[in-house]
């Protein structure tokens, strides 16, 4: 049981988050159907038929993990956190004390054990305590003039405070006037409660994005529903879900023999698992729901309707789109079991030292931006499938994506290759990182598995860089659906 507890928190974390959101959701749906109704029943119709109702179960699924596993969780911990979490932060001090200045006070707010660093810097010599009356004589921390004071967790000076500190007395016994500036960190006794708010937003952000589609464009969410239903009916589509979660369970038990770094072949094999599915997915609907209803003069039928071209090839590639956000839902939280469980399993077989929670959840955090930059590289691919879907026929496609999808990989390293410094060659690598997506750009798995920090920065990037190629493809989906004969 205490072994189930190590590996499982993170994933009861994550539980939590979407646990918070769909109270969100549910709140914000209660006050909607009090003021409105239809309106009410006209949402909860939405979820039932769309998408949303397999995301909904997994949403159920994860509230269940969360309040089953309770029990043998840190639930105390996690609130007296979160109830924590407006009084921690950042504190800056730049203040000036006057010569021969005794207990000078400076109001602070904090608790000594939240500590995570501080810094304090004075032109003059000072002494600070937490107490006034002391002085010189016995003072809790002493700054010399011009070299500042630092601590930080596993630092050989003395953190110096105990409880809760709310005034700081400055004394500054020289002959000068003293500046003093500084900086208090401070965090909750449990950091990683700052994810909560990451995992309630995306499931927030998940149906107020589905939601708001279906009312700016309800024709278009029409055709993206249907096909993502035609996508999600396909054998292949439950095959492929099939093979991911056993192929990522089957990792954990795998010999990799690499001396202890069992874990980072893991994350490297299952990011790059569900991003090949994912994109067997992308490309494998796009001909389907496209090219063949476009021979099928399936399509013909539809645009006699009300519906205009750009309607059907925009809600085409939303059809498509949906049915990989499930895939990656249900394979990423498989793939969070699978990490998790893993420090745990390599420890026991290596006879380690059991390790705690937390390097669980570091490792699961770490894999996070791996996930979301795979479906990134997995959306650019089925839109480039959608335009060439409105040409050519479902063997031609997965050619010429499949090889668009090596070239993205490659583009990179012919540049950076000593073959690059040949002309032609370097003229060809750059074409192909003009003309296609630099796919190598969400190629992360080794800096993952290495253990390092994706930035956000990057990753806003990457989101740009993939919104921007995805317009482009949808507009060249557009201009070669404009003209096509579908009779």
């Not at 109001?107 to 010189?136: C, M, R, T, W």
């Not at 995306?202 to 107020?208: A, D, F």
Request: hydrophobic content about 55%; aromatic content about 8%.
């Amino acid at each position: 049981m205490s072994n189930l507890s190590i590996w499982l928190t993170p994933l009861w974390l994550v539980a939590v988050g979407v646990t918070l959101g769909a109270v969100v959701l549910m709140v914000l749906w209660g006050i909607l159907y009090l003021a409105n109704p239809r309106a009410g029943k006209g949402i909860l119709r939405i979820v039932q038929e769309g998408i949303l109702q397999p995301i909904s179960y997994v949403l159920i699924a994860l509230v269940a993990l969360a309040v089953l596993a309770s029990p043998v969780m840190p639930v105390q911990r996690m609130v007296n956190s979160l109830t924590r979490l407006p009084a921690v932060g950042v504190m800056d001090i730049d203040i000036t004390i006057p010569e021969r200045t005794s207990d000078e006070p400076i109001q602070v707010a904090f608790h000594a054990d939240e500590l995570q660093g501080y810094i304090l810097e004075s032109e003059q010599d000072i002494a600070v305590n937490v107490e006034p009356g002391k002085g010189f004589i016995e003072p809790l921390i002493q700054v010399a003039g011009g070299q500042p004071y630092q601590w930080r967790p596993g630092s050989s000076l003395p953190r110096g405070f105990e409880g809760p500190v709310k005034q700081l007395y400055i004394t500054n016994d020289s002959d000068l006037p003293t500046i003093i500036r500084g900086s208090i960190r401070t965090d909750v006794e449990m950091p990683e409660v700052h994810h909560l708010s990451i995992s309630a937003l995306i499931v927030i952000g998940l149906y107020g994005i589905y939601l708001l589609l279906h009312l700016l464009a309800p024709k278009m969410s029409v055709i993206a529903s249907a096909t993502a239903k035609e996508a999600m009916s396909q054998p292949i589509y439950l095959l492929l879900l099939i093979v991911g979660v056993v192929a990522l369970i089957s990792y954990i038990y795998i010999p990799y023999n690499t001396f202890g770094e069992d874990v980072k072949m893991l994350k490297t094999s299952g990011m790059t698992t569900i991003k090949v599915l994912a994109i067997v997915v992308a490309l494998w609907t796009a001909s389907v729901s496209v090219a063949d209803e476009i021979e099928g003069r399936t399509a013909l039928t539809v645009l006699s309707k009300p519906v205009g071209r750009r309607q059907f090839i925009l809600g085409k590639f939303l059809g498509i789109l949906w049915p990989i956000v499930l895939l990656f839902i249900v394979l990423g939280l498989v793939f969070l079991f699978t990490v998790s469980y893993k420090v745990v399993y390599d420890a026991r077989e290596s006879a380690k030292t059991v390790p705690i929670w937390q390097t669980c959840n570091v490792e699961v955090v770490r894999i996070m931006p791996g996930l979301l930059l795979a479906f990134f590289e997995a959306t650019i691919l089925a839109a480039i499938s959608v335009a060439v879907s409105t040409r050519l026929s479902m063997i031609p496609n997965l050619i010429l994506c499949g090889s668009i999808y090596v070239l993205g990989h490659l583009a990179a390293l012919i540049v950076k290759s000593s073959a690059g410094e040949i002309v032609f060659v370097r003229f060809v690598g750059r074409f192909i990182a003009i003309v296609l997506p630099v796919l190598d750009h969400f190629e992360i798995e080794g800096a993952i598995a290495g253990s390092s920090v994706v930035p956000n920065t990057y990753l806003l990037t990457a989101f740009l860089y993939s919104l921007l190629y995805c317009t482009a493809a949808m507009l060249v989906a557009l201009i070669l659906f404009e003209d096509r004969d579908l009779a």
